[in-house]
């Protein structure tokens, strides 16, 4: 038996975001974020994606985006590397979500608050040992809340996660358990058949029961995903040799190049050239931004707003 991972993109979404996904999503936010309270009782999985405000504004793709029974947003994105002003991602997307909200006409009273769940398999805090950290708007001094403080951030850190399958205890460390693991198991632990929307879990997660189309999706993100951490093992070793700036900017030209290729063909020689200009800061801005792109004109706009000017 093989399960698809949840640390890709699109297995998260089929596992947590999908229209049979109701009852183990409730399980799951009760664990990370109400410490395995019955607080959530009901929840509608919505659209994830955050469109611009205003044309030319960025767009949002999140992973799972759910209104809870109480009117509560909740935002999850699963995230496997660390990439430039990720913190900031994070707190714009929350801001974005609660912003939204209202249209011409409507009034602030009528905002709802919004908790942005990020899951990272990296650590995001270094120095802190907590798999789970909570973030809210508090006083600079005395720490108290703010009145209205109806904006949340929720970390998960997968790696600060050690326990192994005989030392779980609680349903908060089955599933932390079941998103860093599930990719690598080939039977689903007796330990964690107790719990039906784990059990359910897995059987979403179950590879046979994928179809053609969906197989492909996946087999193209984790291929993504190896290029990006590919490109950090190219960038480190080429910065010990020729140095650490350039041999992270011939790294991530490298990784852009083979995703590029993989998502609009062959490109033009003049165009990669062009690529090759950016620096690093360009680089990866441009690796974020190709995954909104559609086509090759979608990337000449982008060189064209984002290139060094003579």
Do not use: C
Not at 11 to 38: D, P
Not at 140 to 158: A, P
Not at 199 to 215: D, P, R, Y
Request: aromatic share 10%; net charge negative; proline share 3%.
């Amino acid at each position: 038996m093989r399960f698809i991972n949840p640390k890709i993109d699109f297995a998260f979404k089929k596992i947590f975001g999908s229209s049979q996904s109701t009852e183990i999503l409730i399980s799951f936010l009760n664990a990370i974020l109400y410490e395995e309270e019955s607080i959530i009782k009901s929840l509608e999985i919505l659209d994830p994606y955050l469109g611009p405000q205003v044309a030319g504004a960025k767009n949002s793709y999140l992973d799972v985006k759910a209104l809870l029974n109480d009117g509560t947003f909740v935002i999850i994105e699963m995230q496997v590397l660390k990439v430039q002003a990720f913190g900031k991602r994070v707190l714009y997307n929350a801001a974005k979500t609660y912003a939204l909200q209202l249209t011409r006409g409507e009034l602030y009273k009528q905002l709802r608050p919004v908790i942005a769940l990020t899951i990272t398999d990296f650590e995001m805090f270094r120095g802190e040992q907590d798999v789970i950290s909570h973030f809210v708007f508090k006083e600079r001094n005395r720490l108290s809340d703010y009145l209205q403080n109806d904006i949340e951030l929720v970390f998960v850190e997968l790696p600060k996660f050690k326990k192994e399958l005989d030392r779980l205890e609680t349903l908060t460390d089955k599933w932390i358990y079941f998103i860093k693991t599930t990719g690598t198991l080939d039977e689903v632990p007796q330990t964690m058949v107790t719990v039906p929307e784990i059990q359910k879990a897995f059987e979403i997660a179950n590879q046979v029961s994928l179809t053609q189309e969906e197989f492909n999706i996946l087999q193209q993100q984790e291929f993504f995903a190896q290029d990006q951490e590919g490109s950090v093992a190219v960038g480190r070793e080429e910065g010990r040799e020729e140095g650490r700036q350039e041999g992270r900017q011939e790294g991530q030209v490298g990784l852009i190049r083979r995703l590029l290729s993989r998502r609009l063909g062959q490109i033009n020689p003049d165009i990669e050239s062009r690529i090759r200009q950016l620096p690093i800061d360009k680089l990866e801005n441009l690796a974020e931004a190709m995954l909104d792109f559609s086509n090759a004109e979608d990337l000449t706009a982008w060189l064209e707003a984002n290139s060094p000017k003579d």
